[in-house]
């Protein structure tokens, strides 16, 4: 592909690859300007959204052990990390949160212009670290329940690009981080309605094919999923870690009678 490039643009290409490989969405719409076009990769130009809010808890985390150790110095350190964490708060809630449409995006660091022209999954992540404002988190786990919750789960983009993180893709990581984070914003009607859809494809691929495997088709559940430079894994670690997390947990509420319930308490399973 870079040699269909001027070989003065190769480098930047090798770059933006080797940064998109590193943020795991490899690859995805998410980081192209052109979202059917591999070489428009502009990932190193972007403030992502998801890769902050995992600086901010790291800042928090680290301000938390110093608080307890209590050796010489960690005050200092607590401080300086607590301080931190709260300026990259305050501008990823300025720089990334669109007020008119209730979303987190990335966004461009040299313009200050977020990509609103590429939602994504991401946007859940102020959510589960807990960054956002009641009312931003309302907003937002609104919008992923209109948008973006499909008769498997949460998928990952609006952009079926043929990149594997993209739609019509969920990844049992993302679903994870979303499911958790509409919760924590007092949504665990949505959380639970899209932890049964996503059981529900895992055991139904279960049963039909034997196995588990890294990511799932959340628009079409017949479909098994794909795109990317290379086939679906079986496996594997946060496919199966993701589920039994979920299965363990209860319930918020019982579900709504079907047909089939009605006239008699509602039987719930994992």
Request: aromatic share 10%; no cysteine.
């Given at each position: 592909?870079?040699?269909?490039?001027?070989?003065a643009n190769?480098?930047?290409?090798?770059?933006?690859?080797?940064?998109?490989?590193?943020?795991?969405?490899?690859?995805?719409?998410?980081?192209?300007?052109?979202?059917k076009?591999?070489?428009?990769?502009?990932?190193?130009e972007?403030?992502?959204?998801?890769?902050?809010?995992?600086?901010?808890?790291?800042?928090r985390?680290i301000?938390?052990?110093?608080?307890?150790?209590?050796?010489?110095?960690?005050?200092?350190v607590?401080?300086?990390?607590?301080?931190a964490?709260?300026?990259?708060?305050?501008?990823?809630?300025?720089?990334?949160?669109?007020?008119?449409?209730?979303?987190?995006?990335?966004?461009?660091?040299?313009?200050g212009?977020?990509?609103?022209d590429?939602?994504?999954?991401?946007?859940?992540?102020?959510?589960?670290?807990?960054?956002?404002?009641?009312?931003?988190g309302?907003?937002?786990?609104?919008?992923?329940?209109?948008?973006?919750?499909?008769?498997?789960?949460?998928?990952?983009?609006?952009?079926a690009?043929?990149?594997?993180?993209?739609?019509?893709?969920?990844?049992?990581?993302?679903?994870?981080?979303t499911?958790?984070?509409?919760?924590?914003?007092?949504?665990?009607?949505?959380?639970?309605?899209?932890?049964?859809?996503?059981?529900?494809?895992?055991?139904?691929?279960?049963?039909?094919a034997?196995?588990?495997?890294e990511?799932?088709?959340?628009?079409?559940?017949?479909?098994?999923?794909g795109?990317?430079?290379?086939?679906?894994?079986?496996?594997?670690?946060?496919?199966?870690?993701?589920?039994?997390?979920?299965?363990?947990?209860?319930?918020?509420?019982?579900?709504?009678?079907?047909?089939?319930?009605?006239?008699?308490?509602?039987?719930?399973?994992?």
């Amino acid at each position: 592909m870079a040699q269909t490039l001027p070989a003065a643009n190769r480098e930047a290409f090798y770059r933006n690859v080797r940064a998109s490989a590193e943020s795991g969405w490899d690859f995805s719409s998410r980081w192209m300007r052109d979202p059917k076009d591999l070489r428009t990769l502009e990932t190193t130009e972007l403030i992502p959204v998801d890769l902050n809010s995992l600086l901010y808890h790291a800042e928090r985390t680290i301000a938390a052990l110093r608080t307890v150790r209590g050796r010489a110095g960690d005050a200092e350190v607590a401080e300086r990390f607590s301080r931190a964490a709260e300026q990259r708060r305050q501008a990823l809630l300025n720089l990334a949160y669109e007020p008119i449409e209730g979303f987190f995006y990335d966004v461009r660091w040299r313009s200050g212009e977020r990509v609103t022209d590429r939602p994504t999954l991401a946007a859940a992540a102020p959510l589960y670290f807990g960054l956002a404002t009641p009312e931003q988190g309302r907003r937002v786990a609104a919008r992923l329940e209109h948008e973006f919750l499909k008769p498997g789960g949460f998928v990952t983009t609006l952009i079926a690009s043929g990149q594997q993180w993209d739609a019509p893709n969920g990844w049992p990581p993302l679903e994870w981080l979303t499911i958790e984070g509409v919760r924590r914003y007092g949504r665990g009607d949505l959380a639970d309605a899209a932890r049964d859809r996503w059981l529900a494809l895992n055991l139904r691929t279960y049963r039909s094919a034997g196995k588990m495997t890294e990511k799932y088709d959340v628009v079409d559940v017949n479909r098994r999923a794909g795109g990317g430079e290379y086939p679906t894994q079986d496996g594997f670690g946060w496919s199966n870690g993701v589920a039994l997390a979920l299965a363990a947990q209860p319930r918020t509420r019982p579900p709504a009678p079907t047909r089939s319930t009605r006239g008699r308490a509602p039987v719930l399973q994992n």
